[in-house]
């Protein structure tokens, strides 16, 4: 089983930029996804074997997820940060056999992050 261990969160004004960190086991699958208060979990972006990535809507063209050459580290760089952006950051490892698509099995504590307009 994956642990994951979440870090970089904090409080930026509307505009300003944060990277999280994410340290934990290689998976073929890694993501980043976000909870606000009184809504459901969202995802947000994830990254997979040879570099592909993808990214929700909302976020695309201002976050970028990326790994380290040891595919332990992941990271989300956010920039343009928006008030809507503020939300508990988690990463999350694919667990199971691989069928092909990222499956989410394997969550991190989560790292706030606060964006005020």
């Known amino acids: 089983q994956a642990q994951l261990v979440e870090s970089g969160g904090g409080s930026v004004q509307t505009g300003g930029s944060l990277r999280l960190s994410c340290v934990g086991s290689?998976?073929?699958?890694m993501g980043w996804f976000r909870q606000a208060p009184e809504k459901e979990r969202e995802w947000v972006a994830s990254i997979q074997s040879f570099g592909r990535t993808s990214y929700a809507d909302s976020v695309k063209g201002r976050f970028t997820i990326s790994q380290n050459d040891a595919k332990n580290t992941l990271y989300l760089q956010m920039n343009s940060l928006k008030p809507e952006d503020t939300a508990l950051y988690s990463c999350?490892?694919?667990?199971?056999?691989?069928?092909?698509?990222?499956?989410?099995?394997?969550w991190g504590q989560g790292t706030q992050v606060t964006v005020s307009s």
């Open positions: 290689n998976t073929y699958c």
């Open positions: 999350a490892a694919h667990v199971g056999v691989w069928l092909g698509s990222c499956r989410f099995g394997a």
